[in-house]
């Protein structure tokens, strides 16, 4: 056993002696070796390295940074809310309890709480809750709803809101930056911003009766972004978003209504609580209709009168049954929504030439436009 350790008998000494005297020399000893093994920090060491000492926190915001998408959504973001829309519905004991039918967004125009959004956000709600920036939840009313364009009026009970300035839509570039900002998916993404770029303008989107001119643009624009803002790279609404295409395939394709179109809208939902557009009291057949319920056809242009409202304008002016209109106010009309575009660019009241093909014979009325019934 001796002999086992007798090589070692030097170092146990010295522990031995050390322990007696408190422990001092080995630590020393050991601090010694420890020393000779670890070398200290060289210069060459990367923690000594300035780019990895640099402070956390830099003064100001470099130019690099503080990019137009940036700054756009610095100025338009608080003016953008968060909307829920609540209605009622049975529990599990058959109670009746207010639910979340669903969210989307909306922003701010006037300091004294006027909301712009989609009216398919607000359609059928019971109550509104509207999120603001700042973090205050607060109860929406409903001023008006035009569901023709898919815009609503809300407002909540305050003053001295953010708000975000209308822009010029009919100046717009194909290509120049869009950046859209609402609640993506809920308010657990509330004040998301995307960016892409204005991908073309006037596209449009036909009904059927209606034929709308939107922007298209490939700032993603998701469930929840409805009602919320797109903006230019001067920080000003260029337009509300509202839909996009969703199918299997497509990427980047949404929609926004351009704030020009939506700007008289707006004004006549705080003024009316509605819209008011001019009526004919007519229902028609184009082309387009008839090929997609398997009928013919056999007119080159205009739209097949189907039925007539004998008190509304164009019965009190002679339209029958089985005319063909082919202008309305020096528009030449080749499907339905051509008959709507050149009607809603009239004022209630108006009086317009007509022109119908009725039996082979070409016939021009004179229709004096009313107001369309609350009921249309």
Do not use: C, W
């Not at 422990?23 to 990367?46: F, N, T």
């Not at 359609?123 to 409903?142: H, I, Y």
């Not at 008006?144 to 570039?173: H, R, Y």
């Amino acid at each position: 056993m001796y002999n086992r350790y007798k090589k070692y008998a030097p170092y146990l000494i010295v522990a031995v002696i050390g322990a007696l005297l408190g422990g001092g020399l080995v630590l020393g000893y050991g601090r010694d070796i420890l020393q000779k093994r670890i070398p200290q920090a060289s210069q060459e060491s990367p923690l000594n390295n300035p780019l990895f000492n640099a402070p956390a926190a830099q003064a100001g915001v470099s130019d690099a940074r503080n990019t137009p998408i940036v700054r756009a959504a610095k100025a338009a973001g608080p003016a953008v809310v968060g909307i829920a829309n609540k209605g009622y519905a049975r529990d599990f004991f058959n109670r009746k309890v207010l639910v979340e039918q669903g969210s989307g967004s909306g922003v701010i125009f006037d300091s004294n709480g006027y909301i712009v959004t989609n009216n398919h956000v607000v359609e059928g709600s019971q109550e509104l809750a509207v999120s603001l920036s700042d973090g205050r939840v607060l109860t929406g009313k409903v001023i008006g709803t035009d569901p023709a364009t898919d815009l609503a009026v809300v407002k909540v009970d305050a003053t001295g809101l953010p708000t975000a300035a209308f822009g010029d839509s009919d100046s717009l570039l194909v290509g120049e930056p869009a950046i859209a900002i609402g609640n993506p998916l809920g308010l657990e993404f509330q004040g998301s911003v995307t960016s892409g770029v204005i991908s073309a303008l006037n596209r449009t989107v036909d009904t059927g009766e209606r034929k709308f001119k939107l922007i298209q643009t490939d700032a993603a624009i998701n469930p929840g972004n409805s009602g919320g803002a797109l903006v230019n790279a001067d920080g000003v609404i260029i337009g509300i978003n509202s839909a996009k295409i969703a199918a299997q395939g497509v990427e980047g394709i949404g929609f926004a209504i351009p704030i020009n179109t939506a700007k008289p809208i707006i004004q006549s939902l705080i003024e009316k609580g509605k819209v008011v557009r001019p009526y004919l009291g007519i229902g028609f057949i184009d082309q387009a209709m008839a090929e997609k319920n398997g009928y013919d056809f056999p007119y080159e242009q205009g739209v097949y009168v189907a039925k007539v409202d004998p008190e509304g304008p164009a019965g009190k002016a002679g339209i029958l049954k089985g005319d063909v209109i082919t202008k309305f106010a020096g528009v030449d009309i080749k499907s339905g929504s051509d008959l709507q575009g050149a009607k809603d660019g009239q004022s209630v009241g108006s009086k317009v030439d007509v022109v119908v093909q009725r039996g082979g014979q070409t016939l021009t009325l004179q229709i004096m436009l009313g107001e369309t019934p609350s009921s249309q």
